[in-house]
């Protein structure tokens, strides 16, 4: 599996504290079937001084090596989970940020309040710029848990929509759970990730989520969402898209 949406660097966000808890994540991921990980710390959150583009690289490059020496069967990837701005285009157009391994997907996460006008808009000109987005848990926000088909439409806007673990197994309760849920019985997700902050709460390990997503949601839903579409967004390849049911009333 490839899972495309985690916080095991260390010294960068809230979650690895330091090598030894980013190793005990890589771990964990690898023996539970992961054989790709990407590093997407938290980065562009207003009022909070993120660490430069390069000194990011540096501690990847440092925990790369950190993984191969302690002989860890793991890929390891960067990107980072973008809070969207007003300005997240032009950023990513002069490296300020990054995408996931250098491709056209950015991953971006909005604040759970947002509204949904901001949202379309910066898609929109991420859209403009020939970039791809991942829009991050979107069942977490509250525009979408009360109007779902706005995700509908997002995602015939291209937008790729990747859903959380915690979410369908019910760690941010239920609104969040029934929303998750409407998003993979609607054929809205493209990429299903662990979101991981540690190696105890929030874990990498995706086998209880893989087991649910297949009893739940059919055989292939894992196979798709965790393994074929995130290798070919790392390849920079188009993602397969599944033919969405809209949603045609507001809950
Ligand atoms: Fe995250």
Not at 44 to 53: A, D, K, L, T
Request: negative net charge.
């Amino acid at each position: 599996m490839t899972d495309l949406h985690t916080h095991i660097l260390p010294f960068t966000d809230d979650g690895a504290t330091d090598f030894d808890d980013a190793l005990d994540m890589a771990e964990m991921a690898a023996e539970n079937g992961t054989e790709i990980i990407a590093a997407t710390p938290h980065f562009n959150i207003p009022g909070i001084q993120s660490r430069s583009v390069s000194e990011i690289k540096d501690t990847f490059e440092q925990m790369k090596n950190k993984i191969e020496k302690n002989k860890i069967d793991i890929s390891f990837v960067l990107g980072m989970e973008i809070f969207a701005s007003p300005t997240v285009g032009e950023k990513l157009d002069c490296g300020e940020l990054i995408t996931l391994n250098g491709t056209r997907y950015p991953l971006i996460e909005f604040g759970f309040s947002e509204k949904k006008d901001f949202i379309f808009s910066v898609m929109d000109d991420l859209i403009s710029r020939s970039y791809t987005p991942i829009l991050a848990h979107p069942e977490r926000y509250d525009c979408f848990i009360s109007d779902l088909q706005s995700l509908y439409e997002l995602y015939q806007m291209g937008v790729v929509i990747q859903i959380n673990k915690g979410s369908i197994l019910g760690r941010f309760g239920r609104r969040v759970q029934r929303t998750a849920d409407a998003i993979l019985c609607h054929r809205l997700a493209a990429v299903a990730a662990s979101d991981a902050h540690s190696p105890i709460t929030r874990t990498p390990d995706l086998s209880e989520f893989v087991r649910v997503l297949d009893m739940n949601y059919g055989d292939g839903c894992s196979p798709l969402l965790l393994e074929e579409n995130p290798k070919r967004i790392l390849r920079n390849e188009d993602v397969f898209w599944e033919s969405p049911i809209p949603f045609d009333y507001q809950r």
